[in-house]
C-alpha cells in the first residue's frame, strides 16, 4: 500500500516536473511571440510590466483568469466547458513521452511516437466541439475548418513519420533520437529531406497556426472556434495552443535534427571539446530555432485560403511523402543511412 | 428529412475585415458565397443636409470627414465647386501646392490600403510597414494645417496659408532618445519642403519592400490573382472609377483627361491592368504610389523657385491678413462679415470632380445667391464599388470576401455620408 503510494506520489512529482516548465514555457513563448513579431513589424512589443516587460505574461494570465467566463446563450454548456479542456490535456499529454535526453523522459515508451500521433489527433475534438457549442456561425465555421484541416494533415504528417520509422527501425523516441547519432549528416533531415520539411509545415498547419489560421482567420471569421470563449476558457485554448506548437518544435528536433546530439560530435579539433557532448541544451535550443520559425512564418506570410490549404494537403504534400517513404525504404535496404 | 438551406450570416457591422461599419449579409453554400447583400447607412451623418444649413466655408471640414483616409482631395472637390461658381481662380502657388497635397493625400491612402489590404489576407508585417511610412506623412498634414487628418486646408480661393519654413523636430522622450531621435529628426532639419523630398526620396525603395513581401509570394498571388475579376465594359456599367476601373483595363485618369490643378503641367503615367482582378488592382495601386512620388517631386521644385501669394487677395472671399486687421477698420469689417455670415455664392449649378485615391469624387452644387448652399450633393466612388459586391463576390468563397472588400478600398465615411 505505502509502496503505491510513495510510486504515485513519484509519479505526480515527475508530471509536475514536466508539466511546470512547459507552462512556464508557454507564457514565456507569448512573451517571445510578441517580442519577435514586435522587431518584425518596427515596433517594440510589450515593455512596460516589469523590466522589458517580462511579466507581461503573468500580467495577461492574471487578466485571462479574473475575467467573466461568458457562457452564449442556448450554447451548449457542458460541452463549452469541456471543449478547451480537451484541446490542452493531449497538448500536455504528449509530453510524457518526450525524452529531453537520453536519461530524461517520464516514461520511455516502446510505441512513443504512436501514442503522440494519437493525441495529437485528440486535440482537433476541442476545436471542433468549441467551435459547436459555441452556437455561433462564425465559430461554427471555424469548427468545421479546423476539423478537415488538422484530419488532412494528420495523414501527411502520419506519412512524414513513417519516413522516419523505416530508417530507424523503432517507435520509441529515446531509440530514434540514438539511431541518428554521428554527426550533423546522420541526423534525418538529411535523407527525408522532403519529409522534414513536409512533416514541419504539416506541423504548423496542424497547430491552426499562419500561414494556416483559417481556423481562426481573424479577417474572416473573426477569431473562428474560439470567438464566443472569454476569461479562463479562452486562455485554455490559448494554451493548448501554444503548447501544441512547442510539441511540433520539439518532435521536429527529435526525429530529423538529432535530439540532444551535439552538431559537432564527429567533427575534428571542435568535437573533442565541450561543444561535442550531447546534452538537453542541445535539445532546447533546436527546439527554440523551431517555435521561431513559427512566430517567422507569422510575421511575414499571408494567410491562405481553406480550399489552397486542402489542395495543398491533399494534392502536393502526401504524393511527395508516398513516394518519399519508398526513397527511404530503399535506403533502407542499401543499408545506406541508420539501420 | 428536412431541407438542406443555405446558410445566412452577418459579416460585419462589427467585423475585423469589414473596414468600419459595412454590414455584408452573405449566403453561403459551405464555403461558397452565393449571395453577397452590403447593407449601407451605419455611418451616416447628413452630410450633405448639414451643409445647406451653414456659410459655405464651414462645410469644408465636413469633406474631410468623409472619405477620412484622403481627406484633402474631398476638400479639394468642395473647394473647385465654390470657386467655379464665384469665378475665382486660385493663385498659381496655392495649385501646385494643391496638386502636391493630392498626391500627398493619394500616398497617404493607398498606403491605408495596401496596408489593410494585406492585413485582410493575412501579412501583417505589410500594415505596420505602411503605417510607418502614413505617420511622416502624417506629420506633414500637421505642419502645414495644425492637424493630422482633419486639415480643412484648402480654401476657396487658394489654401489656409503658406508652406512652413521650418519642419517641427519631434521632441524626446523616455522611448525615443539618443541616435534614434537622431535618426528621426535628420530629415527636419530643414523646410518641410526639404522633408517631403527626403521622404520621397526614400518612399521609391519603401514601396520595394511591400513589393518583395507580396508581389510574387506565391500565396499572395494564390489570394489576388483571378479573384473579383471585372470586365471592361463591366467595369463601365458599374460605374467604377480609379484604380478599380484602371486595374481593368480602362485608361481613365481624371488627373489626364480632365486636368485640374495643375496636373496639365506634371509628367505622370497612369497605370493600367489587364485582367481587372485584385491582383492587378494591386499592381495598379503599388504603381500609383510611385507615380505619386513622381509627381510630388515635380511640385516640390516649382514650389522652392517661385514664392508668392497663396491666396486670393479678394476679401469678399478669402480673409485678410492679421496684421492688416490690427491697423485697417475695412479689414476687420471684413474679417467679421467673412467668419460670421461668409460669402453669397451667385445663382447657378456646378458640378466639379477630381481624382481622388478611390476614383471619381464629385460635389454638385446648387447656389440660390444665398450664403449657404441650396443642395449639395457628393459623388462617392466608394458607393459605386460596394454596390458591385454582390456581382464581384458570387462564387467565391468567405476567405476572398475580405480579399474583395480590401482591393475595393472601401471607407464607410465617404459611402455613407
New interface residues.
Partial sequence: MIDQLLTLIWTMTKIMIIILPVTIAVAYYTYFERKV?GY?????GPNRVGPLGLLQPFADVFKMLFKELIVPTNANKFLFLLAPLLSLAPALAAWAVVPFDDWLVLADVDAGLLLILALTSMGVYGILLGGWASNS??AL?GGLRAAAQTVSYEIAMGFALVGVIVLAGTLNLTAIVEAQSGNIFTWYWLPLLPLFVIYFVSGVAETNR??F??AE??????AGFHVEYSGAGFAVFFLAEYANMILISALASLLFMGGWLSPFSGIPVVGDTFLGEGGVHWFLLKTAVFCFLFLWF???????????IMRLGWKVFIPITIVWIMVAGVFRVMGWFGG | MSEIRN?T??FGPQ???AHGVLRLILELDG?TVVRADPHVGLLHRATEKLAESKPYNHSIGYMDRLDYVSMMCNEHAYVRAIENLLEVSPPERAQWIRTMFDEVTRILNHLMWIGSN????????VF??AF?ERENLMDVYEAVSGTRMHATYYRPGGVYRDLPDEMPKVAETR?RKGKELERINAWRQGSMLDFIEAFTDDFFHRVDDYET??TD?R??K??TVGIGAVSPERALQLGFTGPMLRGSGVEWDLRKKQPYAKYREVDFDIPVGTNGDCYDRYLVRVEEMRQSARIIKQCIAWLRENPGPVIVRDFKVAPPTREEMKDDMEALIHHFKLFTEGYCVPEGETYVSVEAPKGEFGCYLVSDGANKPFRVHLRAPGYAHLASMHEMAKGH??????ALIATQDIVFGEIDR
Fill in positions: 513579431l518584425m513589424h518596427s515596433r517594440r456561425k462564425y465555421i499562419a500561414p489560421d483559417v482567420g481573424e479577417s474572416e471569421i473573426v507569422r510575421a511575414t506570410f499571408p494567410r491562405y485560403r481553406y480550399d489552397q | 446558410f450570416m452577418n467585423h475585423p475585415a464555403e494585406a492585413l485582410d489576407l493575412g501579412a501583417m508585417a505596420l510597414y510607418r522611448w513581401l507580396l509570394n500565396i499572395w494564390q489570394r468563397m468567405l476567405a476572398d470576401i475580405a
